[in-house]
């Protein structure tokens, strides 16, 4: 969510942005990252209880998605 990364090191820009709310799950950190850049990774896992995880729902064109998931490391 941070535009210095997501902007600034990623090179994506989103064409909108809106806080969104996903219900039912929590945010979990349980992976560990690359310090310095990123000390953790997280994750949402389900939740059986009244947990949410707030964040940003961004649209973006197909090239910056193709950006971000080279830059998650998906295949």
């Known amino acids: 969510m941070a535009t210095s990364v997501f902007q600034g090191r990623r090179g994506v820009r989103p064409i909108k942005a809106a806080p969104a709310v996903c219900y039912?799950?929590?945010l979990a950190?349980?992976?560990i990252g690359l310090p310095p850049l990123e000390p953790s990774f997280?994750?949402?896992e389900p939740s059986f209880s009244s947990d949410s995880c707030?964040?940003?729902l961004?649209?973006?064109?197909w090239?910056?998605?193709l950006r971000i998931?080279?830059?998650e490391g998906v295949p």
Do not use: K, Q
């Not at 961004?58 to 064109?61: A, G, H, L």
């Open 69 to 71: 998931c080279a830059s």
């Open 42 to 44: 997280a994750s949402l």
């Open 24 to 26: 039912g799950y929590r």
């Open 54 to 56: 707030h964040g940003v």
């Open 29 to 31: 950190f349980t992976a």
């Open 58 to 61: 961004y649209t973006v064109t």
């Open 63 to 65: 090239l910056d998605w």
